[in-house]
């Protein structure tokens, strides 16, 4: 499976998302060169290449009418502009930049433009569902209808360029599935059109809403409604990057210097086949294709988890037994519960609890309606598992299915407890014997 993975540590805007993508495409001058003949009215645009913090990568500069748009007043990335249409306001959020013309367009006058590019039916539909989700945004800011929001010119053409060039980007790569990490969102305030606002935007906020964000260190905006709405659309999962072969970086650089590097790191790769298996000594070519390392393949699940741990003294074996089958009917990944001696010298036992990050809430109930306990500690651990999957076997005692697990370098099969014991009753043996039995006959 092909892997798209974002790493959005400084943030993101559609040009900076833009630029890391086409640091992944295998034709870069011709890409642009197709993208320069779209149809984007007044647009130019330029791909340089800059340096941050050491690093090389790639910046595309968006021109209207000659110009790039520059945010006057705060930390943005980028300079999509929605504002209604008494607004004289233009840059990313409606940072001041008033020299320009004030014409404003609906979203029909929009999709309208959209309709008469040469693009594909597919990648437009993609442009407007992804501005849909920024006038869906601004509309609930302001307290309008879609139909009743207007976009500045100059915002509305530079978000567009944007917009088309990471479509255009995401169809040609065409990733199997696309991740991201963490989103940092700066933290502060800016100053708009209708006064100063919190950081993240109000619309940037909306559009993040279910996505893992955080307000780092940078005090300015990292995020812009365009770049957030661009993840929305393309993202299937975020967390940590997965297990995989790298075989493209991409590097998509912001306008703005800071301390860290200020860029979106597109990472382009292919996870293992978690059914392969291999000896620890196959090598694997550099990206030189000079030199040569020694890699085990892994073809492995890897996952962040939660791990919840409570100490509880005032239940029965009974009752913890029933607390933890509940708990995995549930969902929750694994349930035990260990013997501890707790204050007073008094015997209880630990239970511990995993579960997935998507399921934190649900299992955080669980465990306050089936234990007694009235707290508990909560900490994210990395996961490690071997690759799973269940085969079913034809034997002398009927069927009997195997648990196959395999994955750094090793492979092992295993009977299922339950035909064992089913063996067993029916044959009056010992599970030892059904083992034999179910292996040999």
Do not use: W
Request: hydrophobic share 35%; charged share 25%.
């Amino acid at each position: 499976m092909k892997i798209l993975y974002l790493e959005c540590n400084m943030g993101i805007a559609g040009d900076m998302l833009m630029s890391a993508l086409l640091e992944l495409h295998p034709h870069k001058e011709k890409f642009m060169g197709r993208f320069g003949r779209i149809g984007i009215p007044k647009v130019t645009a330029e791909a340089q290449s800059v340096q941050k913090c050491g690093i090389t990568g790639t910046h595309i500069s968006i021109k209207i009418d000659g110009t790039e748009e520059v945010s006057q007043d705060c930390h943005a990335h980028g300079h999509h502009h929605t504002h209604e249409e008494h607004s004289h306001v233009h840059g990313e959020h409606g940072h001041v930049h008033e020299e320009h013309s004030h014409s404003h367009h609906s979203m029909a006058d929009i999709f309208e433009i959209i309709d008469r590019l040469s693009l594909s039916e597919k990648v437009k539909s993609d442009v407007k569902q992804v501005y849909g989700l920024i006038a869906e945004a601004e509309s609930r800011v302001h307290g309008k209808t879609v139909e009743e929001i207007h976009f500045h010119e100059v915002g509305m053409t530079d978000a567009i360029a944007d917009i088309c060039g990471c479509c255009m980007l995401m169809d040609e790569i065409s990733p199997d599935k696309i991740m991201c990490s963490a989103v940092n969102t700066g933290y502060g305030q800016v100053r708009c059109a209708h006064g100063t606002v919190p950081v993240p935007a109000p619309a940037t906020a909306l559009l993040l809403q279910g996505i893992p964000v955080y307000a780092g260190e940078v005090q300015g905006e990292l995020t812009t409604p365009t770049g957030a709405a661009l993840l929305k659309y393309f993202v299937e999962e975020y967390g940590a990057m997965p297990v995989i072969g790298i075989e493209k970086i991409g590097y998509g650089m912001g306008q703005k210097d800071f301390a860290a590097a200020n860029c979106v790191r597109a990472i382009f790769g292919e996870t293992f086949d978690s059914e392969e298996t291999f000896d620890s000594g196959e090598v694997f070519e550099s990206i030189s294709g000079e030199q040569k390392v020694q890699a085990q393949k892994p073809g492995t699940e890897q996952a962040e988890v939660v791990e919840f741990i409570c100490s509880i003294d005032d239940m029965t074996a009974e009752e913890i037994a029933f607390a933890m089958e509940r708990l995995l009917e549930s969902g929750a990944l694994e349930a035990y519960a260990s013997p501890i001696t707790m204050k007073k010298s008094r015997p209880a036992l630990e239970l511990t609890v995993l579960a997935a990050k998507e399921d934190r809430e649900k299992i955080v109930q669980k465990i306050f309606r089936y234990t007694t306990t009235i707290g508990f500690r909560e900490r994210i651990c990395r996961r490690r598992v071997l690759s799973r999957r269940i085969i079913e076997k034809d034997t002398a005692c009927g069927k009997v299915r195997y648990k196959e697990s395999s994955g750094y370098g090793v492979r092992r099969t295993k009977a299922e407890f339950d035909d064992l014991k089913r063996i067993a009753v029916e044959q009056d043996c010992s599970i030892a014997q059904a083992r034999q039995k179910a292996e040999t006959e």
